[in-house]
Structures are given as structure tokens and as C-alpha cells.
């Protein structure tokens, strides 16, 4: 299937507008060479990459700490110290001019943020967004709708351009951010995040290592795209260590950018909700159509909880079997092939009449208002019992490999001997 799906993408592009063949395989050596030195040896400064670490052992805290942000914090709070993670700051981190008290605000992320810190590596992650109902989960993305883009104030390169709520959104948090992790100054940074929560873990991990140098990986579940082709660019030269994790069938990950020139950053990783690997590329729910699915139900394959238990079965059978691990070689051709089929799709959406596009979008959307009516709430009931479970499940994988959870040999020891091993190779 992905051969197939490779030689017919390349097909669409070679028929599309002069660029050729031989330019299109020039240019994806050129990138693959560059992702594959990223993973096979330490570039420019020392680094430690997941992959160093073992991505499968070090992926449950990060699930982890996904879990414990929706939480309240005392809860957070207390499973962070039975876990061995020291929480930074007496609260969850605050995106400023967010009441505590308020029941919804405008922010996409919930507001809130968690910083904790395990031998010297600082866990950062932004709250996936947390609302009672889909009409406040997806307030901001039908609001904006194709994602009106903006450049970065903290962005010097040119044409580099993101998300407009995305980037408001990052400017509540990030003079916050930077203070509590410039006091700290780690040796590593693993910054994560969920649905809209991953846009902004996306953008702080770039700002973190482009503008001040840290060791940082990224590690995003269900996350939409952020910003355009120079932005991922961007994200492909300065956080290397960066692996998407979506469900091909979610919605999200294909907003924004039917129109304008988004594009998806790092390996990815597809799963299914069933735990296993999924690397195809759907197209059902490009374009539009993702706005549509947000309102019925193809948007509940988006929750966070489904990407946990998918993530915990893929992980159970990955520590009997390497060949069910994740696989980097995979990840990294899937990026590049769901890359270019967005973008051919955009190629034949733009060639298409504007009276067909606007059709097209009003027959996507369609009437809001009477979407909105046939939205339910989940009970308290229902979600305490996926609550209860996804932290059983969470509690038993991590328990049941403890040895590798625990950074194999303690992470100081580890990111020592390999940070001597990269000022050895800086040396030659």
C-alpha cells in the first residue's frame, strides 16, 4: 500500500506544475539524509535524543504527565511524587490573564501547563484542551477557519509564518515559561502535548532550542498542524527529536490549512484505537470535510483517551517483541508522503473555481447551529470510569517495566556518558 501510495504521489507531482521527478527524489534525499544523520549520531551540540533514551521506555512518563495536567493539581500533585517527579511551581503553570475560577475562556489550551522535573530532565506539557462540551473544545478552530497565519514576533528567520491563535495563544504562556526554565537550566527538555495543547508544545519547543540553545525533544499526540513549509523547516533543523503521534481517522490533525500552505513537522507515528500501527494516509477527512467531523462522531477518535490506551497496548506488546516498537524508518517516510499528499490536495482544490470552493466549504460545515443542538455531554459517571481506567492501565505498564521506565540506568548516568561521547565526535 505505501509503495502504491509513494509512486502515485510522486505521479501527481510530476504532472503538477513543473517541479519533476528527478527534482522531487533529489529533494527527499536531501531531507532523509538530513532526519537520518538527526537520529545516527550527535550534530552541532551535544544532544540526547528519545531515541537514545529507548522512545518506548521513556513514552509512558510522557503519556503520563498528558494524563495528570487534565487533573486537579493536588491530584497531579501527589501521583507526580509517588512516580518520582518533582513538580516546579506551588500550581499548575498559568497562561496570565486567566482567572482561576473561570469556567471558559477563550484560550485554546485550557490555560494551563505542567512543569515537572526527574534527574535534571524538566517535563513540560501543555493541557490538552479541557472543556464539558464539543462546542467549547472547538470554538477557536470554527472561529479561524482555514487558519489565518502570522509571523512570530520571537521568529527572526523570513517567511515563516504560524498559526495566528496558536501564536496569541503561546504569548500568554512563554515569558512564564522561559522564566521558570531559564532559573532551572536543564540538561534536557521533553516537551509534550494533546490536540490543541500539542500546537503549543510544538511552537515552545522550537523557541526553547532555536533561541536559547536547550536540549529538546517533542513528542505531540493528535495535534493539528502549526504553521507553513519555512516554519516546519524550521522545526526540521532545530528539534530534530520530534515525533507526531496522531489517529489517521481524527479530524484534528488535518486542521488547519485546506487553503493556505500548512505543513506537519517530525516522524509520524500512526496508531489506531485499537493499539496497533496504522502509517496509511487517509484522505476522507482532508480539506473541509475535518471542520464537518469535528460535530459528529468521528470527532470522540480524537480523545485523549483513546491515544492512551492505543499507546499502552502498542507499548505492552512492544517490550515482548521489538518488531511492534515504533518504527523511526517508518515514521520518518509516513511525514514525508502524508506531506505531499496534502499538498497535492490543495494543488487541485485551488484549481477549482472559488464558487466552488465556497459551495464546498458551506456544504462541509454546513448549519452549525443545528450541529451544536445534537452535541451531548459526557456524564460525571462516564468519565470517572475512563478516568479510573486510563490510570489503571497507566499504573500497570509502568509498574510492569519498571526497569525500563526508570531510564534503564539512571537518565544523569546515561546523558552524561552520552554527552561525553558527542564532545568526543564535536573533537574529531
Known amino acids: 500500500m505505501k509503495k502504491i501510495l509513494v509512486t502515485v504521489v ?154 495566528r491563535g496558536f501564536d496569541s495563544e503561546y504569548d500568554r504562556f512563554r515569558n512564564t515559561m522561559l522564566e521558570i ?98 502509517s496509511e494516509i487517509n484522505i476522507d477527512n482532508f480539506g473541509f470535510n475535518a471542520y464537518r467531523s469535528i460535530f459528529d462522531e468521528r470527532f470522540n477518535i480524537h480523545h485523549l483517551g483513546n491515544y492512551i490506551k492505543s499507546i499502552n497496548k502498542i507499548l505492552g506488546k512492544c517490550y515482548k517483541d521489538q518488531s511492534e516498537c515504533f518504527n523511526m524508518q517508518e515514521g520518518y517516510k509516513t511525514s514525508l508522503i502524508e506531506r505531499e499528499t496534502m499538498n497535492q490536495f490543495r494543488i487541485a482544490l485551488r484549481a477549482k473555481p472559488q464558487e466552488f470552493i465556497d459551495e464546498t466549504m458551506e456544504k462541509a460545515i454546513g448549519n452549525i447551529e443545528e450541529e451544536k443542538k445534537k452535541i451531548k455531554e459526557i456524564t460525571s459517571e462516564f468519565k470517572e470510569k475512563t478516568n479510573a481506567e486510563v490510570l489503571s492501565n497507566l499504573d500497570v505498564i509502568i509498574e510492569a517495566n519498571k526497569a525500563k521506565t526508570e531510564w534503564v540506568k539512571s537518565y544523569s548516568e546515561k546523558a552524561k556518558s552520552l554527552k561525553d561521547k558527542a564532545k568526543d565526535l564535536l573533537n574529531k
Not at 513540560?124 to 462546542?135: G, I, L, Q
Open 10 to 163: 510522486l505521479f501527481l507531482v510530476s504532472c503538477s506544475g513543473g517541479t519533476s521527478e528527478a527534482e522531487i527524489k533529489t529533494d527527499a534525499k536531501e531531507i532523509g539524509n538530513s532526519l537520518v544523520n538527526a537520529t545516527s549520531k550527535i550534530e552541532e551540540k551535544p544532544s540526547v535524543s528519545l531515541q537514545q533514551i529507548g522512545f518506548e521506555s521513556i513514552l509512558p512518563d510522557i503519556v503520563y504527565q498528558n494524563f495528570l495536567v487534565l487533573k486537579d493539581y493536588d491530584y497531579a500533585k501527589q501521583k507526580s511524587e509517588v512516580k518520582g517527579y518533582k513538580i516546579i511551581n506551588d500550581e499548575f503553570i498559568r497562561a496570565p490573564g486567566e482567572k482561576i475560577s473561570d469556567k471558559f475562556s477563550i484560550n485554546l489550551s485550557g490555560g494551563l501547563a505542567l512543569i515537572v522535573e526527574k534527574d535534571d530532565i524538566l517535563f513540560v506539557t501543555y493541557r490538552s484542551t479541557h472543556a464539558k462540551t464539543k462546542k467549547e473544545y472547538t470554538k477557536n478552530v470554527i472561529t479561524d477557519l482555514d487558519g489565518a497565519m502570522v509571523e512570530a514576533d520571537w521568529i527572526s528567520s523570513d517567511g515563516v509564518f504560524v498559526h
Open 181 to 278: 526554565i531559564n532559573d532551572k537550566k536543564p540538561s534536557k527538555i521533553i516537551v509534550s502535548g494533546h490536540s490543541l495543547g500539542s500546537a503549543l508544545a510544538t511552537l515552545s519547543a522550537l523557541d526553547l532550542s532555536m533561541n536559547y540553545g536547550y536540549d529538546v525533544s517533542l513528542v505531540s499526540m493528535g495535534g493539528p498542524r502549526v504553521g507553513n513549509k519555512e516554519y516546519r523547516e524550521l522545526m526540521d533543523n532545530y528539534v530534530k527529536d520530534n515525533y507526531r503521534i496522531y489517529i489517521p481517522e481524527d479530524p484534528i490533525i488535518n486542521i488547519p490549512g485546506s487553503l493556505k500552505d500548512y505543513e506537519h513537522s517530525g516522524f509520524a507515528f500512526g496508531i489506531n484505537p485499537d493499539g496497533t500501527h496504522n
